[in-house]
């Protein structure tokens, strides 16, 4: 038995081959765009993942602290650690700002992280090099994505820290890569003015005679400290006890301490549905335009190979082939230039996903999706082709 | 010759489909969830910890001196500024009390005027003495009264009680007259100590409450750093131990001192310790007060106990551990950890030994069903 499509294919391989690869970087590009989708998706997942925390408890009223901004007091925990069910609590504060360092600055969500050692809430959750933080006060574990190396210093407002350890895929949720710092720097980084708002403050309160009384010089150094101080942090993470009923400790939380609490589903809500919302749909939408455009082309380019032998089939028709022998041949040929098209978009998306500056997430889900739908698509698209060539007359084989 | 066309032709097709074959099997196994977990391990070591408490402190001066004035006046002349140095009893400034003068006069002549009353009195008793003499002298003949010489003794007892409190009174008008020109000396305002004007707060021709301060005298010698270190931690800290000191506009070079006083009050808003870390020998030119500082006190050396890098610690299920690689499966190991020092060792106390292998680094997280795969590092570090 000879395969037909076989030989046609061996007969003009070069054009094949260029055809299957042109049409590879097409899927290449659907693909990933499925996973720029899907690392959008994830990068809010990861956040919330990160921070290792079964609730969020923030500001009351507000969406943070990730959608909203959020404050709390500093010793806020203290209360929430002695209620029932719950193992531990941390402080935790998150700015998304330019860190300078030389040569430039990067943005990056730096996160403050309480003194309770690795493996608490909030901390980095592995590490590629380094080490974990281990003074409380002017080390910094930094994402990969930023760039910088383990002996790097950045400079977060007035003060320098030590890059002593490196993660992965500790972002923010619009992609920043996270800087963690301990929770005293990061206090101060997030609340302290500038230099010059300080000085100006200072004045300002000094020319008011009812903080500077001659009569009471205690007053205004007692004022200006309380000015620049700062003791706020924007949520407490909490990790509960293994036989813990999330729903009825974020109950009594809000009840008793009367603050509001997330778990990780409304967070994950919070996150996905509202924060990143509207970016994700528009690359959604984008991902369905090009998905059609990209099984319009399949369909055309099959189309235009069929037609491009169709002297050949009314040739196979004139000696008398069967009709399902040349519809098998022409689905094989698409199938076969789908599967081409499969593997090089697949090696195309992979190879060239870590060039992109934010995360491109390729599920397995999504590619098992996209063969199946290339596989599809290639059938449907040599009924057309098949349709047309079965309508060509024998005749037309030896006409002009 | 078509033959051979058609055998490269069938050897290009097949060089192509096993270069695409190769590529996206290089691509399933290096990407998919069949690829391995790249990881670093690291050896458990027994081993003497070394820890140390980093505490942020400011330089202060052990001892500042606030130059303040006793009375209500108006600064005359300041004769030093911020920067002078100044001996023990150096006079700084004088204030002036409005009516000191005229007091001292008025006083003076209250003195004077005393003394004339005292001589009196003295005079007053002399004669009622020689008076009561006579008297009493004739009372045995009969030439006087007993009536009238009754008289004459309660005319010297008068007297002497007179001269008493005229007496009194002009030690009373002397006292206060000295106490006026303590006063008038006392409005010379004097330094104290031998030692540096750091800040004067008041200028001449203005006016000064009593109690307000004027100008802060300190020793410059006498510089220590007031530290904060935090609660957790601190159990350890002691008077005595050997501390490194680096201020902010010194940073490469690091001082060193020890720790001179720990204090009873902790910051319970900020949940630290305070303590006063003294310089071994004080850094030239000497830093400016209120500047930051850096202190790291090292603590003394822990017993020998197994220790790992603080990056290899992971929480599974609410415990704390870390993933031991066996017949290159990953083992999750529950641990309880000890004390850490500041490069990131921790002790472990129970649930690993020495020589035993954890997953320090791993390119994705672990789980009991990763497939791992061993390198040497996971990122180029430096």
């Known amino acids: 038995m000879i395969s037909l499509a076989g030989r046609d294919i061996l007969h003009a391989w070069g054009k094949f081959v260029f055809t299957g690869i042109g049409l590879g970087l097409l899927i290449g590009v659907t693909l990933t765009m499925a996973g720029v989708y899907r690392g959008m998706v994830d990068d809010a997942q990861v956040l919330l993942d990160n921070s290792a925390a079964d609730l969020w408890i923030v500001q009351k009223d507000t969406l943070g602290p990730y959608a909203e901004p959020s404050n709390l007091p500093d010793d806020t925990w203290r209360a929430v650690a002695n209620m029932p069910g719950v193992a531990n609590a941390a402080n935790v504060t998150y700015l998304t700002m330019q860190v300078v360092h030389d040569g430039g600055d990067t943005r990056a969500l730096v996160t403050g992280i309480a003194n309770t050692g690795p493996g608490s809430a909030g901390w980095p959750l592995r590490l590629l090099a380094g080490r974990q933080v281990?003074?409380?006060?002017?080390?910094?574990?930094?994402?990969i994505a930023s760039g910088f190396k383990l002996g790097d210093r950045v400079h977060i407002r007035r003060n320098s820290y030590l890059i002593v350890g490196l993660t992965q895929r500790m972002v923010s949720s619009s992609g920043d890569p996270m800087i963690f710092i301990p929770l005293l720097d990061a206090q101060q980084a997030q609340f302290l003015k500038s230099n010059d708002a300080l000085a100006?403050?200072?004045?300002?309160?000094?020319?008011?005679?009812?903080?500077?009384?001659?009569?009471?010089?205690?007053?205004?150094?007692?004022?200006?400290?309380?000015?620049?101080?700062?003791t706020q942090v924007n949520a407490v993470l909490v990790q509960l006890k293994a036989q813990a009923e999330p729903a009825q400790v974020a109950e009594d939380i809000r009840r008793w301490l009367r603050l509001q609490v997330y778990d990780r589903e409304q967070m994950e809500g919070i996150l996905v549905g509202k924060l990143i919302a509207t970016s994700a749909r528009q690359i959604l939408m984008f991902l369905v335009i090009l998905a059609v455009v990209s099984a319009a082309i399949v369909a055309f380019i099959i189309y235009t190979l069929t037609m491009g032998k169709i002297r050949e089939i009314a040739v196979l028709k004139l000696i008398g082939t069967h009709n399902k022998t040349i519809v098998a041949m022409i689905i094989q040929q698409a199938l076969a230039l789908g599967v081409i098209g499969f593997i090089v978009g697949k090696i195309a998306a992979t190879v060239w996903a870590p060039f992109f500056p934010k995360y491109v997430l390729l599920t397995t889900q999504d590619t098992i999706s996209g063969l199946i739908a290339v596989l599809s698509m290639c059938v449907l698209a040599s009924f057309v082709a098949i349709y047309a060539a079965l309508r060509v007359n024998p005749a037309d084989a030896v006409g002009g | 010759m078509s033959d051979f066309f058609k055998q490269k032709k069938?050897?290009?097709?097949?060089?192509?489909?096993?270069l695409l074959a190769t590529a996206f099997i290089w691509v399933v196994l290096s990407s998919g969830p069949l690829a391995k977990i790249k990881i670093v391990v690291t050896e458990v070591q027994e081993r003497q910890l070394e820890p140390a408490l980093f505490g942020i402190g400011t330089v202060e001066a052990r001892h500042t001196y606030r130059i303040a004035s006793n009375t209500l006046g108006r600064v005359v002349n300041l004769n030093v500024d911020v920067g002078a140095r100044v001996d023990a009893g150096e006079i700084l400034g004088m204030i002036d009390v409005v009516d000191l003068d005229e007091k001292i006069n008025a006083q003076a002549a209250l003195v004077e005027s005393n003394k004339a009353r005292l001589s009196e009195a003295q005079a007053r008793l002399d004669y009622t003495g020689k008076q009561a003499a006579r008297y009493r002298k004739l009372l045995p003949s009969r030439s006087v009264s007993e009536e009238i010489d009754a008289a004459k003794q309660h005319e010297w007892t008068l007297a002497?009680?007179?001269?008493?409190?005229?007496?009194?009174?002009?030690?009373?008008?002397?006292?206060?007259?000295l106490a006026l020109h303590a006063l008038r000396n006392d409005s010379y305002l004097r330094a104290p100590v031998s030692g540096l004007i750091i800040a004067r707060h008041i200028d001449p021709g203005a006016t000064v409450l009593a109690g307000q301060t004027l100008f802060e005298l300190i020793d410059p010698e006498q510089l220590w750093i007031d530290v904060r270190f935090d609660q957790a931690g601190s159990k350890h800290l002691a008077q005595q131990q050997p501390a490194q000191i680096i201020l902010r506009s010194q940073e490469l070079q690091p001082h060193t001192g020890h720790v001179a006083r720990l204090e009873w009050l902790a910051d319970a808003v900020t949940e630290e310790r305070r303590a006063k870390v003294l310089f071994t020998q004080q850094p030239q030119p000497a830093p400016s007060i209120g500047e930051l500082a850096e202190v790291t006190v090292q603590l003394p050396l822990l017993a020998s106990t197994p220790v790992i890098n603080n990056a290899a610690i992971m929480r599974q299920n609410s415990q704390l551990g870390v993933w031991l690689i066996d017949q290159q499966q990953p083992v999750f190991q529950p641990i309880t950890l000890g004390r850490s020092d500041l490069k990131g060792n921790v002790q472990v106390l129970s649930g690993l030994s020495a020589g035993q292998q954890v997953v320090l680094y791993s390119s994705k997280a672990l789980t009991a069903n990763s497939r791992v795969q061993q390198v040497e590092q996971l990122v180029d570090t430096p």
């Open chain 1, 134 to 143: 281990s003074k409380n006060h002017y080390e910094a574990v930094a994402d």
């Open chain 1, 200 to 230: 100006q403050n200072r004045r300002r309160i000094q020319r008011n005679p009812v903080f500077n009384n001659p009569r009471n010089p205690e007053v205004l150094p007692a004022v200006l400290e309380l000015q620049e101080s700062n």
């Open chain 2, 10 to 18: 069938l050897l290009a097709v097949f060089a192509t489909i096993a």
């Open chain 2, 160 to 177: 002497r009680n007179q001269a008493r409190s005229a007496n009194s009174e002009l030690l009373r008008a002397q006292a206060e007259l």
